[in-house]
């Protein structure tokens, strides 16, 4: 028997181009909603527990060979990690692997990758909402940090002046 998995694609995977030059035994099986859990950009994509949330996925259909190969661009086991979720696949329940960071501070990804991952929603009928808000969740998060460390190099600069101030 050969060697198939289901893999959960939700980021650059998507993207029918990239996966066909990068797993090229591959076929895509259908999207999907994964529940309970958000799209997060930590430069790359990401998802991420959150309760009342989903994050619509791409289903493949991978062999052995093709698994190397994500291993090696993903990053596996460093950079990414192998999770186990149950996914409907013609009326039965059938076991899916996605790959999950390890590490990351929230940021905005590059806008190539960003289109990359847009150009596979669009391809597979996936609603582009899902990504727009990880994307401005990340620029969120960027200029709130922004903020707060300007705010806390004032403060620093006031105790500073007022440090300098007794001594005059």
């Given amino acids: 028997m050969k060697y198939k998995r289901l893999y959960i694609a939700y980021g650059s995977n998507i993207n029918l181009e990239q996966m066909a030059y990068r797993c090229p035994n591959s076929k895509v099986v259908g999207t999907r909603m994964i529940p309970g ?5 930590r430069g790359v994509a990401t998802i991420v527990p ?16 093709d698994e190397l190969s994500l291993d090696r661009y993903e990053g596996f086991p460093r950079m990414y990690r192998k999770e186990l979720f149950e996914v409907e696949v ?11 960071m390890n590490c990351g501070e929230i940021a905005p990804p590059s ?58």
């Fill in 111 to 168: 806008p190539t990758y960003y289109n990359g991952i847009k150009k596979g929603y669009e391809a597979n009928g996936m609603d582009t909402s899902y990504l727009r808000a990880a994307l401005e969740r990340a620029v969120y998060h960027v200029q709130h940090q922004e903020q707060e460390e300007d705010e806390d190099i004032e403060e620093d600069m006031e105790e500073t002046d007022d440090f300098q101030m007794t001594f005059e």
């Fill in 37 to 41: 859990y958000e799209l997060e950009f």
């Fill in 90 to 100: 013609d009326g039965k329940i059938r076991e899916g692997m996605a790959c999950l």
């Fill in 50 to 65: 959150k309760e009342d949330a989903e994050v619509p996925v791409l289903l493949w259909e991978i062999d052995q060979r």
